[in-house]
């Protein structure tokens, strides 16, 4: 999938993620691409009900905040998009953990290809900065079915701060 400069640049920003993730052939070997529950898709609802073996693992980019500063300058005002990659393991293993954070980082190794060069409003690059967030690991049970055994919940293995930069003259004329 290739990002859409037709679209918003926050939709801009979470295509080019799963661009850079796909493009990394560990992350591409690890995870199927059935399994990649992608919130940029046509589906009203990608996730997946229940878990079988070949569900495993599953991996989705959630967005957690967004915040901005209009009029951050005399001419630019700036945009801070907060994204989670989260992966669903399947079991406790912590190899099968340790191979997708390894993965995901090695695949976000190469974020300026696919987000500072890719993300573009009114024909100019936005996309400044990345800024990794650390990620509190939490690799227990699923919280919604206490008594019941099951696989492992949702695990936020890499977390960022995308800055874009927006010319506030453009922003005002739309």
């Known amino acids: 999938m290739a990002v859409d400069n037709t679209k918003d640049p926050i ?9 850079c993730l796909e493009a990394d052939a560990g992350f591409a070997a690890l995870v199927d691409s059935r ?7 046509n ?7 229940g878990m079988q073996t070949s569900d495993m ?7 957690t905040a967004l915040g901005g500063q209009i009029a951050n300058t005399s001419s630019s005002s700036t945009l801070q998009i907060y994204w989670a990659i989260e992966i669903k393991p399947g079991d406790r293993r ?7 954070q390894w993965a995901v980082y090695q695949a976000m190794s190469r974020w300026h290809t696919y987000l500072l060069e890719q993300i573009k409003w009114n024909d100019a690059k936005v996309f400044r900065r990345l800024m990794p967030l650390k990620c509190e690991t939490q690799y ?6 206490p008594n019941k055994p099951q696989p492992t919940g949702w695990i936020a293995v890499w977390g960022a701060i995308g800055e874009l930069y927006l010319s506030t003259t453009l922003l005002q004329a739309e």
């Open 43 to 49: 589906s009203r609802s990608p996730e997946k009900p």
């Open 140 to 145: 227990g049970p699923d919280d919604s079915k």
């Open 11 to 19: 939709f801009q920003t979470f295509q080019a993620i799963w661009d």
């Open 35 to 41: 399994n990649r529950i992608k919130h940029t898709s």
């Open 57 to 63: 693992p599953q991996v989705r980019v959630t967005q």
């Open 94 to 100: 912590l190899e099968n953990l340790t191979e997708i």
